[in-house]
């Protein structure tokens, strides 16, 4: 099967800027190669700063890459002017970690999800809407939701309506930033259940990026770990238990999946 | 063992904006020892951060503590007056919150903002509080203290921002710090270092602490007791390892069946979907008669809708609200 997308070589850079100069580049994102095969999902896990979320930043085209390469249907999106861009992007789309950050709180949940649609001039209001309507139901909420605002809505119900807004644009690959980060365990499963049935019903690919290494082995055919903008282990989710690198072992003794580490410590 | 906190019978009201109340805490009552880590483990809306709150004082304008004792080394901080109250704020009890950036001062050095606490508590000049100082920060940084002392919350990374707050709360030599979601905006590395930190500090200097989270997963190895919360009242209680491998709350019992499991080899279960809780929580607008899970209940039985569960002492000091076991 072809990939839905391949990465070879990524490089980003951020430069920081002094008051008076260019102060110094910092590499995000260092080399980085990977593919994801449809209806698939890779688990990028990685402390904070690793570049996980640059990298995101750089597949979504919404940050310009140093070097590399990107092949998205056929073509390399790093390549691309902002006009082509624009034309691939509906089929990638991101969601984001804190849905009361990334939804507007005054906008109906109706103006929220039509609005990809409207800004892409596909389609009339009306049909805007109608669409939304169908996408809220594909996420599990009740059209009795499309005038409820979005600072009335509980995190579980923003996360649902911006993986709506997501899904209208019927993309092939969704970038997931630490989209259940945020939530409540009860609430994680659910979602999470969401992202099961939906990569079933459309074969979405999924880019997911988490540091629940737990959840990462639940949901992922394939986990990379990050650090320091690298990838430094790589393999079917089962890598888990054959832990070579120290980057690798030290992420997850740290992580809930083994909670028996703290043990050691807490001898008294 | 030497009780530190005793709460009976708390119960806090937040008044809403239609004249409504909003009964965010009801009947809590637990007990605390010297240098013990008592859990709180509940889902948004549970009362956890009222709680955190309340144990200081601490609650919003339209909060109010309507019932019940906190005894604090068995002073009432319910009954105190504003002059008591500050003294115990930091010497008998003090609070690290969840977002370490919004509670450090931007524009003061890490070192002054702890010079502070002290001036704030007496006793000590300005260069005894700047020793004093010094030292605290060592205890919680392991050798760049120096540095930090004269830095800004700006040059810390979320962890080092943390362990400076940390330090302000260990300042004045509290005997129980109540640490409302301090590791919920950290990685899980530093989230685990952070855990050791309480630990060394529970062992060094005998702090008991309060630690509330939504995360079981971080308790196992960490916390001596657990303590569930649900819709504002305590589900069930006890030591660790009993709560979370042999829940005996149905609430318990279903929030942990939400994580993905683990096998024995360490692989997870792929794909499959997980078990979800029913219903949603319920609104704390009215009191309920019976058990507040009671709707989402999946052991319910035809009592639960009247009777209000009293907690029943199983052995081993677990107390479970559930009228499957008899009071």
Not at chain 1, 21 to 48: H, M, Q
Request: aromatic share 4%; charged share 25%; hydrophobic share 45%.
């Amino acid at each position: 099967m072809e990939p839905i997308i391949r990465v070879e070589d990524l490089v980003k850079r951020h430069t920081r800027r002094g008051l008076w100069s260019r102060v110094a580049d910092f590499t995000a994102v260092n080399s980085i190669s990977f593919s994801i095969l449809p209806g698939t999902t890779l688990a990028l896990v990685g402390e904070s700063g690793s570049g996980k979320s640059s990298l995101a930043l750089c597949l979504a085209g919404l940050e310009r890459v140093a070097s590399g390469r990107i092949w998205f249907e056929g073509r390399d999106l790093a390549a691309l002017g902002e006009k082509e861009l624009r034309e691939v992007r509906p089929r990638i789309q991101l969601v984001f970690q804190d849905p009361a950050n990334s939804l507007n709180p005054r906008w109906t949940v109706e103006e929220i999800v039509a609005e990809p649609l409207l800004v892409q001039n596909r389609v009339s209001r009306r049909e805007g809407d109608a669409r939304a309507a169908q996408a809220l139901e594909r996420v599990g909420l009740a059209a009795e939701y499309l005038d409820r605002r979005a600072r009335d809505l509980s995190g579980g119900q923003r996360q649902r309506v911006a993986i709506a807004r997501a899904l209208i644009l019927e993309p092939k690959l969704l970038i997931l930033d630490e989209v259940l980060s945020a939530l409540d365990c009860s609430i994680q499963a659910q979602i999470a259940n969401l992202l099961v049935e939906m990569q079933r019903a459309y074969g979405l690919a999924y880019l997911f990026i988490t540091h629940d290494l737990r959840m990462a082995a639940h949901l992922a055919d394939e986990i990379a770990v990050m650090s320091e903008g690298k990838i430094v282990e790589q393999g079917a989710a089962k890598i888990l238990q054959g832990l070579r690198r120290s980057e690798m072992r030290s992420l997850v003794g740290a992580s809930p999946l083994k909670p028996e580490t703290l043990g050691e410590v807490s001898q008294r | 063992m030497r009780q530190i906190l005793e709460v009976r019978d708390l119960r806090v009201a937040y008044g809403q904006r239609d004249g409504g109340v909003w009964h965010a805490l009801n009947t809590v009552s637990f007990a605390v020892a010297a240098g013990e880590i008592l859990a709180v483990l509940g889902e948004s809306g549970s009362g956890k951060s009222t709680l955190a709150a309340s144990l200081l004082r601490l609650l919003p304008g339209n909060g109010r503590i309507t019932r019940g004792e906190i005894l604090l080394k068995g002073a009432d901080v319910v009954r105190m007056s504003a002059v008591q109250l500050r003294q115990v704020r930091g010497s008998g009890v003090a609070i690290v919150f969840q977002e370490p950036s919004l509670a450090l001062h931007p524009t003061i050095r890490i070192g002054m903002q702890i010079c502070e606490v002290l001036r704030a508590h007496g006793g000590l000049n300005k260069r005894e509080r700047s020793v004093r100082a010094r030292d605290i920060l060592a205890k919680v940084f392991l050798n760049d203290a120096e540095r930090i002392f004269s830095s800004y919350p700006h040059e810390l990374s979320g962890g080092q921002q943390q362990r400076a707050l940390i330090a302000q709360a260990i300042a004045c030599k509290p005997a129980l710090i109540v640490a409302d979601e301090p590791t919920a905006s950290l990685d899980s590395s530093t989230q685990r270092e952070i855990l050791t930190l309480f630990l060394s500090l529970r062992d060094e200097l005998g702090i008991a602490f309060v630690f509330i989270t939504h995360n079981p997963a971080l308790l196992s190895g960490f916390a001596d007791r657990v303590l569930v919360l649900y819709a504002g009242k305590v589900a069930e209680v006890g030591p660790t390892h009993a709560v979370l491998s042999s829940p005996q709350h149905p609430y318990t019992q279903a929030l942990l069946r939400c994580l993905p499991q683990v096998d024995g080899g360490g692989a997870v279960r792929r794909n499959a979907l997980l078990p979800v809780i029913g219903g949603a929580a319920p609104s704390l607008a009215v009191l309920s008669r019976g058990c507040v899970f009671e709707p989402r209940c999946e052991d319910r039985m035809e009592i639960c809708q009247i009777r209000d569960p009293a907690a029943a002492m199983l052995a081993n000091r677990h107390e479970v609200a559930c009228l499957k076991f008899p009071a």
